[in-house]
T-cell receptor, first 113, second 116 residues
Framework: QKEVEQNSGPLSVPEGAIASLNCTYS??????FFWYRQYSGKSPELIMS??SNGDKEDGRFTAQLNKASQYVSLLIRDSQPSDSATYLC?????????????WGLGTSLAVNP | NAGVMQNPRHLVRRRGQEARLRCSPM?????VYWYRQLPEEGLKFMVY????????ESGMPKERFSAEFPKEGPSILRIQQVVRGDSAAYFC??????????????FGPGTRLTVL
C-alpha cells in the first residue's frame, strides 16, 4: 500500500463547477496535511494546510480532514481554467525531527471553458 | 521578502561529471529540505538539514549524493559522477523554526538536471 494515494485523473470539470480531489494516507500518526498545486514545469505551490479534523476554507478552496478515516480532500468552488494543474497531497508525521513530506502522485485537473 | 532561491535553474552535465545545486532559504527560515521529482513520477524526499546539521538523510542515495547547509551561504546538494538516471527536477524547500510539526514548507523554482 502506498503511503499517500490519490486518483491520478485526469479529472475534467466545466468552468464554474466544483472540483473534488481526494487523498488517503496510511500512517495513522500523521499530523499535518497539505495541498499543493503544480503547473507543468513549475514547482509546487502551497494552497492549503490542515491539521485538525473538519473543514478549513480559504477563498474558493476548502480542505476537509477526517483522521479516523485517514482521508483528506480539497474542494475547489467556481473552478476556473487557470485552476488546471496537478494537485499534490502531502502528509507529514509527528513533530520533532520527522518533518519530511510524503507525497501522493498527484491528480491532474482540467477545467474546461 | 524574497522566496526560496535555487540556482542554476537548468544544469546540463555529461555522465561522470559532478553536479552542484544551490539553495538559499527564505529569510528567517532555518530548515532546508531537498526533494527530487523524476519525469512522470511523484516528489521524493531526499534530505532535511538545519544550519551545519543533517537531520534526516533517509531519502538520499548512499553513494554519490551529499548535502550540506553551512553556517554561511546556501545549502548545496552535490551529485558526483552523474548518471543518466540522475536526470530530474530537484526542488529545495524551506520552513521556519517552530515547535511542533505544523511548519509549512515553501518551494524554490527547482533545478532541472539533464545528464547527457
Amino acid at each position: 500500500q502506498k503511503e499517500v494515494e490519490q486518483n491520478s485523473g485526469p479529472l475534467s470539470v466545466p468552468e464554474g463547477a466544483i472540483a473534488s480531489l481526494n487523498c488517503t494516507y496510511s500512517d495513522r500518526v500523521s499530523q499535518s496535511f497539505f495541498w499543493y498545486r503544480q503547473y507543468s514545469g513549475k514547482s509546487p505551490e502551497l494552497i492549503m494546510s490542515i491539521y485538525s479534523n473538519g473543514d478549513k476554507e480559504d477563498g474558493r478552496f476548502t480542505a476537509q480532514l477526517n483522521k479516523a478515516s485517514q482521508y483528506v480532500s480539497l474542494l475547489i468552488r467556481d473552478s476556473q481554467p487557470s485552476d488546471s494543474a496537478t494537485y499534490l497531497c502531502a502528509v507529514k508525521g509527528n513533530a520533532g525531527n520527522n518533518r519530511k513530506l510524503i507525497w501522493g502522485l498527484g491528480t491532474s485537473l482540467a477545467v474546461n471553458p | 521578502n524574497a522566496g526560496v532561491m535555487q540556482n542554476p535553474r537548468h544544469l546540463v552535465r555529461r555522465r561522470g561529471q559532478e553536479a552542484r545545486l544551490r539553495c538559499s532559504p527564505m529569510k528567517g527560515h532555518s530548515h532546508v529540505y531537498w526533494y527530487r521529482q523524476l519525469p512522470e513520477e511523484g516528489l521524493k524526499f531526499m534530505v532535511y538539514l538545519q544550519k551545519e546539521n543533517i537531520i534526516d538523510e533517509s531519502g538520499m542515495p548512499k553513494e554519490r549524493f551529499s548535502a550540506e547547509f553551512p553556517k554561511e551561504g546556501p545549502s548545496i546538494l552535490r551529485i558526483q559522477q552523474v548518471v543518466r538516471g540522475d536526470s530530474a527536477a530537484y526542488f529545495c524547500a524551506s520552513s521556519p523554526l517552530s515547535s511542533g510539526g505544523t511548519d509549512t514548507q515553501y518551494f524554490g523554482p527547482g533545478t532541472r538536471l539533464t545528464v547527457l
